[in-house]
């Protein structure tokens, strides 16, 4: 349990539907991401928010839309998706206070996309 | 750009002892770290090295050397439970500057 909760665990959509990510953490963090993880590739930075600000998009294309109302809740809405975009989705979490590496994950939303 | 090298895959025999190796490429270095990501779990949290030398917790061990662009993670008395995947992934700056991963190393622990 590392306190970053991902719901749903496993989604299976259409490449015409529109279903969304959700993360929640409860660590008091004030930065949270976005990565996507793919099998034999790194771990890919999607965005980055702190304190609700969204501070870097990269490069993500359109059909991928966060959404960060506030410091503890963190949207992924998925919208026309390409097969190539099942992945495992994997939100993270950590304070701003000094630089030690250390991220908080979630376990992460298993996508297919047909 | 920036890319990170790491054994894709690493067997070892229960009760031993592995190095799994890490080199980087990055355009700014702030630190260095390690994680444990069993199948179907979430990443977690290893180990931080910013200076050179080794840090030790418990059987993990991490290592960096800056002027070498080369870190690794050491791990004794190998145990079943420690079969998952290792990454390292580079902090290029301080703050909320993001973490850039590597493509993790495969460990398999055998009896």
Redesign the interface.
Known sequence: ETGVTQTPRHLVMGMTNKKSLKCEQHLGHNAMYWYKQSAKKPLELMFVYNFKEQTENNSVPSRFSPECPNSSHLFLHLHTLQPEDSALYLCASRTLAGNTGELFFGEGSRLTVL | GQS?EQPSEVTAVEGAIVQINCTYQTSGF????W?QQHD??????LS?N?LDGLEETGRFSSFLSRSDSYGYLLLQELQMKDSASY?C?V?SG???????????TRLSVIA
């Open positions: 990170l702030y630190g260095l770290s994680y179907g779990g979430a990443p977690t949290f931080y910013a990454f992934a902090s301080s703050g909320n500057t993001p973490l850039v991963f590597g493509k993790g």
